[in-house]
């Protein structure tokens, strides 16, 4: 059991969320950076949740991108996705949530700026979704991400031709001179 984050401070998080968590331990285990386990001496930091929040939130994306946008084809599906899972993306929504404040870390990592790093957010944010998961089930996960994410997407898909640079280059030079670019 992860100890040390304020048992008072879990509900403003979860309203942050959208979702109420029935086993608050594993909030806390989502909140548990490795270099907080090693100086508390826990033996389990929020590392085996990311791995699984990161599998949901590609499936839930995956899903939302593909029954919201009928039109796109395959390439710009992915290319949706890739929008917005991503560490920058989602240290951003991290950022929104003030995920920072809550997160358990060692003295140097703490000292360090670690907080507002975004490896280190975006990392948790998928704990937290590994942790929905885990306690609310597929139905719960991916009404988080949705919530969380949702608009995210509706926005990147209107900027999707602004996204590969290649291809407009590629698109624009054939249309106009009615060759490939070299």
């Given at each position: 059991?992860?100890?040390g984050?304020?048992?008072?401070?879990?509900?403003i998080?979860?309203?942050?969320?959208?979702y109420?968590?029935?086993?608050?331990?594993?909030?806390?285990?989502?909140?548990?950076?490795?270099?907080?386990?090693?100086?508390?001496?826990?033996?389990?930091?929020?590392?085996?949740?990311?791995?699984l929040?990161?599998?949901?939130?590609?499936?839930?994306?995956?899903?939302?991108?593909?029954?919201?946008?009928?039109?796109?084809?395959?390439?710009?599906?992915?290319d949706?996705?890739?929008?917005?899972?991503?560490?920058?993306?989602?240290?951003?929504?991290a950022?929104?949530?003030?995920?920072?404040?809550?997160?358990?870390?060692?003295k140097g990592e703490?000292?360090?700026?670690?907080r507002?790093?975004?490896?280190?957010?975006?990392?948790?944010?998928e704990?937290v979704?590994?942790?929905?998961?885990?306690?609310?089930?597929?139905?719960a996960?991916?009404?988080?991400?949705?919530?969380?994410l949702?608009?995210?997407m509706?926005?990147?898909?209107?900027?999707?031709?602004?996204?590969?640079?290649?291809?407009?280059?590629?698109?624009?030079?054939?249309?106009?001179?009615?060759?490939?670019?070299?």
């Open positions: 059991l992860v100890t984050v304020q048992t008072c401070a879990l509900p998080l979860q309203d942050r969320l959208g109420r968590f029935a086993d608050e331990a594993l909030m806390r285990r989502a909140l548990a950076h490795r270099s907080w386990c090693a100086e508390a001496g826990e033996p389990e930091s929020n590392e085996r949740l990311e791995v929040g990161d599998a949901v939130l590609g499936w839930a994306v995956a899903d939302i991108a593909f029954r919201r946008h009928l039109d796109l084809p395959e390439g710009k599906l992915t949706l996705r890739k929008s917005v899972v991503n560490a920058s993306a989602l240290a951003s929504v950022r929104e949530l003030a995920l920072g404040s809550f997160l358990l870390l060692g703490g000292s360090s700026g670690g507002n790093k975004d490896s280190i957010l975006s990392d948790a944010f704990a979704l590994g942790a929905v998961y885990l306690d609310g089930g597929t139905t996960a991916f009404a988080t991400v949705e919530r969380l949702g608009e995210r509706v926005v990147a898909a209107s900027q999707l031709d602004r996204l590969d640079h290649k291809t407009v280059l590629q698109e624009l030079s054939a249309r106009l001179r009615d060759v490939a670019p070299v």
